[in-house]
């Protein structure tokens, strides 16, 4: 799975995720008063609009993104209606080429760490000899504090499945350091963590270098991500807190290899929300132009980010 990206992002010449972090909040009046209008109601309407959302941004964009992240905490809030939407955004991405994160930060221990693994990049045994898929995603971000019986059934399920895993290193958030980067044994937990990344990748390493088995590691956190790189050669990074957490495309340079490759840096609320600042300073207040707002924020931030590699020496081959 991780060569797919690699070549996506080759292709692209953008070694950015966009995540669909959705909430009724984010999108325009216009949109939610015409499924009210329709006769809908309560969750369907707000998740019928969300779909909507989603699918005109992903239609935005996906010529010129490699992937979509898609986190589940916005669509479970809404329910049963909100996970079916979780689901057919994803679908819907896919169709159009483009890889799936599923941003969950799943995991638990033996068979519960199995169902989770199950339900995101396995098939589910309906009986009968009949298996199905619940979500279609291509990569899920699990929680590695558990150990490695929590790890292993989501690795077997990536070997069966050809799916792919980020594993939380060192995440963006103010209070990580609590925990991450607590000294044990002259090594800081983060470092811990990225050892056993390393170790859990070795069996999944793909033709370019790069093991379908990465890590999120924030661009909040440039030195300790620099430490990372320099330690875990072979790892992907998924590099969240870029934009409205206040990282900048020279924050994330440290995450990229001498090649260009190695990471890939998500955006959210700064893309999806892009059309309320385009409308403030032009004084439209339709938000007709929401999807295009979105196209614009994106190829921006692709600009920066690709300048500012090559600020740092660093062409993205």
Known sequence: MIDRLLEQIRQKKNPSVIGLDSRIEYIPDTIFRLFVKNGESGFQAATEAILYFNKSIIDAIFDIIPAIKVQTAYYEMYGVHGMQVFRDTCAYAQSKGLIVIGDAKRNDIGAT????????????????GMTEEAFPVDFLTINPYLGADGIQPFLEDCKRYKKGLFILAKTSNPSSGQLQDLLVGGKRIYEIVGEYIKEWSHELQGQYGYSSVGAVVGATYPEQMARLRNDLPGIFFLVPGYGVQGASGDDITNAFDKNGWGA?????????????????????????????????EVIRMRDEIMNSLQKAGINLV
């Open 264 to 296: 890939i840096v998500n955006a959210s609320r700064s893309v999806l929300c892009a059309y309320q600042k385009q409308s403030t300073q032009s004084g439209d207040n339709q938000h007709s132009n929401f999807a295009f707002a979105a196209r614009l």
């Open 113 to 128: 760490a199995q169902a989770y693994s199950t339900a995101y990049l396995g098939k589910t045994n309906l009986g009968l």
